[in-house]
């Protein structure tokens, strides 16, 4: 359930974003993405996803190490209680266009303005450079001015495997946690005017809920102090299955109905048409 720059079937996503007071960066949002992925491309293929912010390097990428299972471990705590709802309303002075690095299973391309992507993906090593359709890439320069997006490229191979993407950010608008869920598989721009299935785990948290908010997470003994930082205490969640048509669009809610536990308010949240 998220877009793809190739012919691909996803299921079982866990999207997370939470809000902290990080002891070294301030004021940031933290994302974590997970699905499994089909890639029913010919060749390569990669996954699109754009992030509310215009500071974004390799340096905020986090490593799940051994703890690969880490979005699952929030959801164990959520299942049990989680309902579905029937509605929902280093940076420096002059970053490259395009920022190019290995992350697990990935090469990862970050960009503010996407249509500079092609231009680099002579870097991309062949078995993972996948072909891009121009009009998606143009969908997200239009529709995402201020955003960066991230394109995760894969092979057949190495889809299976991979560990949650997690990373952190300094969001454009800190008292709303927005999750990127945009959905198309087929390698064009996605469809703002069809409503599409979900399979979603939508998972939140703030580390300025009162005492008794949430599920708390049950992490393994052991985990690295510098991960652990950017992960939160306790969690809430829900559960969005197939049997859902939702319109086209991200999960969005805001930072008081957060702290309030009201997850009725989240809402999908289509990009402005130009």
Request: some cysteine; proline content about 9%.
């Amino acid at each position: 359930m998220c877009t793809s720059t190739g012919e691909a079937a996803f299921s079982g996503t866990i999207v997370y974003c939470g809000r902290q007071h990080h002891p070294v960066h301030g004021l940031i949002h933290v994302l974590g993405y997970q699905n499994t992925a089909v890639n029913l491309a010919a060749g390569p293929n990669a996954m699109l996803l754009h992030l509310p912010t215009r500071q974004l390097t390799p340096r905020h990428f986090l490593s799940a190490g051994r703890t690969g299972d880490v979005l699952q471990r929030m959801v164990a705590a959520v299942e049990t209680d989680a309902t579905g709802a029937d509605d929902i309303a280093w940076m420096s002075a002059e970053p490259e266009p395009v920022q190019i690095f290995d992350h697990d299973v990935y090469t990862v391309l970050l960009a503010a303005d996407p249509t500079t992507i092609p231009a680099a993906l002579r870097q991309v090593p062949p078995h993972r450079r996948p072909d891009l359709d121009p009009g998606l890439l143009r969908f997200y320069a239009d529709h995402f001015p201020d955003h960066t997006v991230v394109v995760c490229c894969f092979d057949n191979a190495d889809a299976q495997r991979a560990k949650p993407l997690l990373l952190w950010y300094p969001p454009l608008d800190p008292d709303r946690l927005t999750l990127p869920a945009l959905d198309s598989h087929t390698g064009a721009a996605p469809d703002l005017d069809t409503a599409v299935s979900v399979d979603h785990w939508v998972l939140l948290s703030t580390d300025q809920a009162p005492a008794g908010w949430g599920e708390p997470v049950d992490y393994p003994r052991g985990m690295r102090h510098s991960l652990r930082t950017f992960l939160p205490d306790a969690v809430l969640g829900r559960h969005y299955g197939r049997e859902q048509a939702l319109p086209n669009g991200d999960f969005t809610i805001s930072h008081r109905d957060l702290l309030a536990g009201d997850l009725d308010r989240i809402t999908r949240l289509q990009p402005t048409r130009r």
